[in-house]
């Protein structure tokens, strides 16, 4: 784990001193928007193309994740090529397979060479985009073949290219984020980000027992809200399904499996919460979904890879986990 500096990679974790032992999340650093051409600007500097962007991601990451089930939701398999890292993030950061792997890293099935850039690292690739980059490199990485750039590493924003921006080329108008819900919808990401996507993080990598608890009872708060609410209604806004769903999806699929041991956040499993449960699944069972969800890549990562939190970095076998039952949700109605 580490970061570039000046273009240089430092190996080194978090720096949560200067906070009182809270972790701190960096924001992204490039924020480029593919668009659409439209009357106005016909010829935008990041215009929607099929074939001309890529994908860098980690199967592990929660972050990564929302990116990888945009790209099936909205029908951008043929359009957007991806390669997947290894899970094992240690001194050199994420990796891509091959002969040059860090020490004590294995291959994991699933990862692969960059085939594209054929770097060994994924700092290589932010190098490549701005040599004298300075901070954390992370996933995802959104490129662009034509520039050699990249183009955004924020998935949140990256899932709004993904919702829109294609709709010529793969025909497919699903509307993630509608006009009418939008206000709702980025209130709802907002509080969610921070106290649950975030917030499962913030208990995880805090250093002091004071930020640990603040973390965790932010969390569990935040759940019991939930589990109130979606056992009233199917989903988070509206009656139907959103951008705020499958934001939520990626932390509660990573739950039971990673967070509730790994980063202490075990007052109760999502399979207690029977809405949060039941909801889970139904995402889930969702077409598409249930193939961008990989289990070994998710446990890999996190207890190899924090090996401040994990020293032995053994990794749990369990658990077993029950998604594929019926969920049951279909009474709460559909729009
Ligand atoms: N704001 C970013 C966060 C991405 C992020 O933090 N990804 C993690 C993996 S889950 C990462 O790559 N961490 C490496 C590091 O911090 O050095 C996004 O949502 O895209």
């Known amino acids: ?55 860098y991601v980690s199967l592990a990451c929660p972050w990564a994740h ?15 090529g991806v390669t997947v890292v290894e899970p094992h993030m240690l001194g050199n950061g994420w990796e891509f397979s ?3 792997q860090s020490e004590l890293a294995q291959h994991i099935e699933g990862s692969e060479i960059d085939r594209l850039n054929g770097k060994d690292y994924l700092y290589q690739i932010y190098q490549l985009a701005k040599p004298d980059y300075s901070g954390r490199v992370t996933v995802p ?14 998935s949140a924003e990256i899932i709004r290219m993904f919702n829109s921006a294609f709709n010529e080329i793969t025909d497919n108008g699903l509307d993630f984020y509608p006009t009418s819900l ?7 990401n907002h509080w969610i980000y921070h106290k649950i996507n975030n917030g499962v993080y913030r208990a995880g990598f805090a250093t002091s027992q004071t930020a640990y608890e603040h973390a965790y009872d932010e ?24 951008e705020a769903d499958w934001r939520l999806f990626t932390t509660l699929i990573r739950f039971d499996a ?21 909801y889970l699944k139904e995402l889930y069972q969702h077409p598409g979904v249930a193939k961008t969800v990989n289990f070994e890549h998710i446990k890999q990562h996190y207890y ?32």
């Not at 569990?220 to 939930?226: K, N, R, V």
């Not at 190899?304 to 109605?333: M, W, Y």
Request: charged share 30%; hydrophobic share 35%; proline share 5%.
């Open 304 to 335: 190899f890879s924090h090996g401040q939190i994990n020293p032995t970095r053994v990794v749990p076998k369990g658990p077993r986990l029950d998604l594929d039952s019926p969920h049951g949700r279909d009474e709460l109605g559909h729009n």
């Open 98 to 100: 091959g002969p040059k």
């Open 141 to 154: 990485v959104l490129w662009d073949k034509q520039t050699h750039t990249i183009v955004s590493n924020e």
């Open 182 to 188: 939008r206000e709702e919808i980025d209130e709802i």
């Open 258 to 278: 990673v967070y509730v041991g790994h980063f202490k956040t075990n007052r109760n499993r999502i399979g207690d919460m029977p809405s949060i449960q039941a």
């Open 66 to 80: 929302r990116t990888l089930i945009f790209r099936e939701l909205k029908s951008l398999q043929a359009h957007i």
């Open 1 to 55: 784990m580490g970061l570039l500096q000046a273009g240089q990679w430092v190996d080194k974790w978090y720096d949560t001193n200067k906070s009182k032992g809270a972790f701190v999340r960096e924001d992204a650093a490039f924020r480029r928007w593919i668009k659409a051409p439209t009357a106005d600007e016909p010829a935008p500097e990041f215009k929607a193309e099929s074939g001309r962007y890529h994908l």
């Open 219 to 242: 969390l569990f708060e935040a759940l019991d809200t939930l589990e109130t609410r979606l056992s009233r209604q199917r989903y988070l806004v509206g009656n139907q399904i959103t």
